[in-house]
């Protein structure tokens, strides 16, 4: 573990409380789009700035919603679910102090569940990449998510639903038809890129073309981060990262595995629909009647890049 970077975890959970979780998974997406472009020179930032102490989600974006949490036990917001306010509002230093602490906590997690607990669970299966067995990062933000609700919500893990009111738990209807929808579309979107750059790559011989095939879902995962700044300008809008990363993920794994563009667009297009319902589930199940936030994509990345990375890479496509 580096000791280094556990220490500037509190500050990058300290700095994206000040920014509110928003924000700063916006800056995620915008260091990631750029360190990519870089190339050679760029990489360094994407695991130390990131999805490193500075803006990796489980550590910015997790200790964000736990600050949020914490605010709202001071009765500085409402619920703890808004995590689109920048806290620096309210100039309370014990908020950012636990967002501080709640992105250290989000480092030892990730580590745990990563470079750790990976190899002795998964190292029969991925062998050298068992510490990916999943998005770790995705896993820790879940886990921390939910260790803030216990710590400070009162609706419980599934939430209280209001007396004489139905509880919902999975999309039905126009609604579905809609989700569905777009994520195929994303899907079909993703996976061609990622074919297209996979035949200059892999076929052509082009080893730029190579390099961003091969981080294509973390560039889709990046531009939809970046997308959610319309959210802080007040728009509508709907996040669709826990689309795109995966789909991109299945299209890479299936191109590579048979160099065929069609079975990576409809691997895609599959998991775009899949990802986009569970999406919907862990929503309804986890962000409704609730007071604190678990995220929903997190628990989805986690979800299908389990089976991308195990099942998927592990099992099928070795």
């Keep these: 573990m580096d ?13 994206a409380t000040f920014m509110g979780g928003i924000t700063a998974f916006v800056f995620t997406g915008l260091t990631v789009l ?5 190339g050679d020179f760029g990489a360094p930032a994407i695991g130390i700035i990131s999805f490193g102490s500075w803006f990796g989600p489980h550590v910015a974006f997790a200790g964000a919603v736990a600050g949020a949490a914490f ?41 745990i569940v990563g470079p750790l607990v990976g190899p002795i669970l998964f190292n029969g299966i991925l062998g050298e990449g068992a510490a990916g067995w999943t ?4 896993f820790t933000v879940m ?38 929808t777009y994520g195929a579309g994303i899907g079909i979107l993703i996976g061609g890129v990622a074919a297209t750059l996979g035949t200059l790559g892999l ?26 700044i ?9 996040g669709w990262h826990h689309i795109v990363l995966p789909s991109g993920s299945t299209a890479v794994i299936v191109f590579s595995a048979t160099l065929n563009p069609f079975a990576a667009i409809i691997g895609a297009a599959i998991t775009g629909m899949f990802t986009a319902f569970v999406g919907e589930w862990a929503a309804k199940t986890l962000n409704s009647h609730c007071d604190t936030h678990i995220d929903p994509p997190a628990v989805t990345i986690f979800i299908t890049q389990f089976i991308n990375f195990t099942i998927l890479g592990g099992f099928i496509f070795v």
């Design 3 to 15: 000791f280094t970077m556990l220490i500037a975890a509190f500050g990058g959970g300290v700095l």
């Design 230 to 238: 319309l959210i802080m300008c007040g728009h509508y809008f709907e």
């Design 143 to 180: 886990l921390s998510g939910i260790i803030v609700r216990l710590v400070f919500g009162k609706t419980g893990i599934t939430g209280k639903t209001p007396a004489g009111e139905k509880r919902e738990w999975i999309t039905t209807g126009s609604r579905l038809g809609f989700v569905l």
């Design 135 to 138: 998005d770790t990062v995705a």
């Design 34 to 38: 750029a360190a990519i472009m870089g």
């Design 71 to 111: 605010a709202m036990t001071r009765n500085h917001i409402e619920n703890g679910q808004d995590i689109v306010t920048p806290l620096v509002k309210f100039g309370d230093p014990m908020v950012l102090i636990v967002g501080g602490i709640f992105g250290m906590v989000g480092f030892l997690i990730q580590y």
């Design 203 to 228: 076929v052509g011989g082009s080893e730029e073309a190579a390099y961003l095939f091969s981080m294509t879902p973390v560039i889709g995962f990046s531009v939809a981060a970046i997308s959610l």
